[in-house]
């Protein structure tokens, strides 16, 4: 196929695509009306582009949305290629890349223009055609060459930047301290955020295919059904919808119009603890095997250890010290029960693979002698031994001797092997066991081999 022809197949093809796009807009108007002298008129294809030219000017795409800050600001909104922003580690804009949904905001009457300038021929939208100023779309558009130009120049026009950027009273912005001290006036600068409608509905996408796309519903079938599946499932959880522009969402934007005014908010909130099966203390001899890791215990217990090597005088500096350090192991152990409280559900100990002694499955899990005995006459006579021993009140006690036991075999371990039934008297008086009397008691030690 020579040169001329092939450039006329192109135009031609352009030439179609405008003429269905307007085809479509003629009959969504009429919806099986009859055809009046005006509607024919109007959605002539010169006709109908001369007005799209005109009309293009009251709308303006866009990447970031003032009017989603505040329904009646009426400042600057921007368009900021993503793949032009800094690369930053965090999630942002610029982590579209090339690859994100331009919005328009203005004019809701005028939408139907970028829609039309959205129409695909050969894999691109027209408006990129016309920011490429290419020729078979030029020739497409209108005979005249001067008319064409002007209507591509028109269209052109939809992205572009205010001469004056200007934010306005009901927009959110907020002083950023740059430099000096928080006293000068001066060392501040004025920002002003604005919202990420392409991040915005990239992350709408997304979610909306967790939710209701066929191949993440397979996997979430087959997920609860506990079997395999060669894709992820995903899920959002604790999702909140802000709706935007109530029940004119095209006042806000396009894009805002398109998600029913829908925008999703992820939860922000602190990270939930596991409470399905406290598996770190199941198969366990002892809790304090697992002291250790939580944290700040092993540099507390470095630390003590360090301190007693150095072979310090016996004054009542290194007193204090060793006091102090003996007190903060103390706390860390208490902090350590009420955490595992608050992560497990109560009742935990009852599992069947949990190995602790009694004392410390009341230490741990004191809200299952709230819990009703369970109905098998062994289980339940267990449960009764439970509440009976949380009764009687020696298991802090038995608590604070295994905390000494612990600390006694770390310092050994670490070279001090002097240490002994003083030590152990020393540091049982510095556990802290909250044994739910009104503050949290320092129990004394029981004696060597009871613990």
């Not at 921007?78 to 328009?104: C, K, M, N, Q, Y």
């Not at 398109?258 to 990270?271: K, M, Q, T």
């Not at 192991?329 to 497990?344: K, N, W």
Request: net charge negative; proline share 6%.
């Amino acid at each position: 196929m020579n040169e001329p022809s092939e450039r006329l197949t192109r135009s031609g093809r352009f030439h179609a695509a405008i003429a269905s796009f307007i085809e479509a807009r003629r009959e969504a108007k009429l919806k099986g009306k009859e055809e009046e002298g005006d509607t024919a008129t109007k959605y002539d294809y010169g006709t109908w582009l001369a007005d799209a030219a005109r009309r293009v000017g009251q709308i303006q795409a866009v990447t970031h949305v003032l009017k989603a800050t505040h329904p009646d600001a009426r400042g600057s909104s921007l368009h900021v290629r993503p793949d032009t922003l800094p690369r930053h580690t965090d999630i942002g804009s610029h982590v579209l890349g090339d690859d994100f949904a331009e919005d328009v905001v203005g004019n809701a009457a005028a939408l139907d223009v970028f829609k039309f300038l959205k129409v695909e021929v050969d894999g691109r939208r027209l408006l990129d055609w016309v920011q490429a100023g290419d020729e078979d779309l030029r020739a497409a558009l209108h005979a005249d060459a001067d008319i064409a130009t002007g209507w591509m120049k028109a269209f052109n026009g939809l992205v572009r930047s205010d001469t004056a950027p200007a934010s306005h009273g009901a927009a959110k912005q907020l002083y950023w301290l740059v430099e000096g001290t928080a006293t000068d006036d001066t060392a501040y600068q004025l920002l002003q955020p604005l919202f990420s409608s392409s991040l915005a509905h990239a992350v709408h996408a997304d979610i909306q295919d967790a939710r209701f796309g066929e191949d993440n519903k397979a996997a979430r079938q087959a997920f609860r059904a506990k079997e395999a599946h060669p894709a992820p499932y995903r899920d959002y959880r604790n999702l909140v919808v802000r709706k935007l522009g109530g029940t004119k969402p095209q006042n806000v934007s396009q894009l805002n119009s398109e998600r029913g005014g829908i925008n999703y908010l992820l939860a922000s909130l602190p990270p939930s603890w596991d409470t399905e099966q406290p598996k770190k203390l199941l198969n366990l001899d002892s809790a304090m095997e697992r002291l250790p890791w939580f944290p700040g215990v092993r540099d507390t217990v470095k630390q003590l250890a360090d301190f007693l090597l150095s072979d310090p005088p016996s004054t009542e500096p290194t007193r204090a010290k060793r006091l102090a350090l003996a007190k903060e192991l103390g706390a860390q152990l208490a902090i350590y029960a009420v955490e595992t409280q608050v992560r497990f559900s109560p009742g935990w100990t009852r599992d069947t693979a949990c190995t602790l002694p009694l004392h410390q499955q009341i230490w741990l899990d004191p809200e299952r002698v709230e819990l009703d005995p369970r109905p098998e006459p062994e289980l339940a006579a267990e449960d009764n031994a439970f509440v009976e021993a949380w009764e009687f009140g020696d298991w802090p006690d038995q608590v604070a001797g295994d905390f000494a036991t612990w600390l006694n075999a770390h310092l050994h371990a670490a070279g001090l092997v002097g240490v002994g039934d003083t030590e152990y008297r020393h540091w049982a008086r510095q556990a802290i066991v909250d044994a739910t009397w009104p503050v949290p008691l320092q129990r004394r030690a029981p004696k060597r081999g009871t613990a």
